[in-house]
């Protein structure tokens, strides 16, 4: 059976659930995005990767800037979906939106809820060192990812993987649950289970406080904030006096006596740091302030760091 469906995203992970239900046969009625921005040193108006997907499909897109002043739910009465998909849209949905769907509003989310409600779970499961995450479906509700869970899929976290990684894969498992989870409410066999709100934990939105990088701690857990911080706003570290983002980092198999912050070595393999709890860090690619993201060891080469 096909559902009849209105879409709401904005961002990548969202783009790639809106092509899976595409491509999946339900029919969809709209398309719900963010209003295009600037970007570049152009600043030319961009459309979001929701918009350009929804562009290639010959699909109607809506932008509102209000979904509260009547006539965003004037509108969706018009296009009659049967559901409304949100992923990663970015606005808060009213009641009465949430209300008008036959089935409902179901809320694509990158965590296992309810762990991590908010604006940044990728990120934050890397930041705590989680050794597994996954994508949650749940109905919506007025209160911040707090709906009744329909599905979920788990996998594990690489040590090794960045934020970047990890959301490439969970939008793919994502888009795939989608899919399943559409149709199990199509045919009405579709589950609900209330989150238990005893194990609620928060993913708020990322800041630049969270970057500098503060060598007491074990190597293990600023390898963690580097590939956590991935692309925005980036783990810093200063640097022989140099201000720099830190891009890639790898937890070295060694122990040193040294005082956290000492360089051990700088060299050809990049730049290894003692760590707090004798922990030995390399730093394996950086940028340093106004300069280009390189190889530690290419940018050793033209900055030498003295070891200690």
């Known amino acids: 059976m096909s559902l009849r469906i209105v879409y709401m995203g904005t961002p990548e992970i969202a783009r790639v659930c809106l092509e899976r239900i595409y491509q ?5 009625a709209a398309v719900y995005t963010k209003i295009d921005t600037p970007k570049n040193r152009g600043m030319k108006l961009q459309p979001t990767p929701v918009k350009l997907c ?3 499909h010959d699909l109607p897109v809506y932008q509102p800037t209000k979904l509260r002043d009547g006539t965003a739910l004037e509108t969706i009465r018009s296009l009659a979906p049967d559901l409304i998909v949100v992923a990663a849209y970015g606005r808060i949905l009213p009641q009465d939106i949430l209300d008008y769907p036959k089935y409902g509003c179901i809320n694509v989310h990158s965590s296992l809820l309810p762990k991590y409600r908010g604006a940044a779970p990728i990120h934050w499961s890397i930041l705590n060192g989680d050794k597994e995450t996954g994508v949650t479906i749940m109905h919506m509700a007025l209160a911040l990812d707090a709906g009744d869970i329909i599905s979920q899929v788990k996998t594990p976290i690489d040590p090794d993987e960045t934020v970047e990684m990890l959301h490439d894969r969970l939008a793919r498992l994502g888009a795939d649950l989608l899919v399943e989870t559409v149709q199990n409410i199509a045919d009405g066999t579709a589950t609900r289970t209330p989150q238990d709100e005893s194990q609620v934990t928060l993913a708020p939105m990322l800041s630049r406080e969270l970057s500098p990088m503060d060598w007491t701690k074990p190597a293990r857990t600023l390898h963690d904030q580097v590939r956590g ?40 393999k990049g730049l290894k740091i003692a760590c707090g709890e004798g922990t030995v860090l390399r730093i394996d690619t950086l940028q340093a302030a106004g300069g280009k993201r390189m190889a530690a060891a290419d940018y050793l080469r033209g900055h030498p760091i003295p070891v200690d």
């Open 24 to 28: 999946d046969g339900h029919d969809i």
């Open 229 to 268: 911080l991935i692309p925005w706003p980036s783990a810093t570290a200063e640097l022989n006096g140099v201000k720099c983002k830190i891009f890639a980092t790898a937890v070295l198999d060694e122990a040193t006596g040294k005082a956290p912050g000492s360089v051990l070595a700088a060299d050809k």
């Open 54 to 56: 929804a562009m290639v």
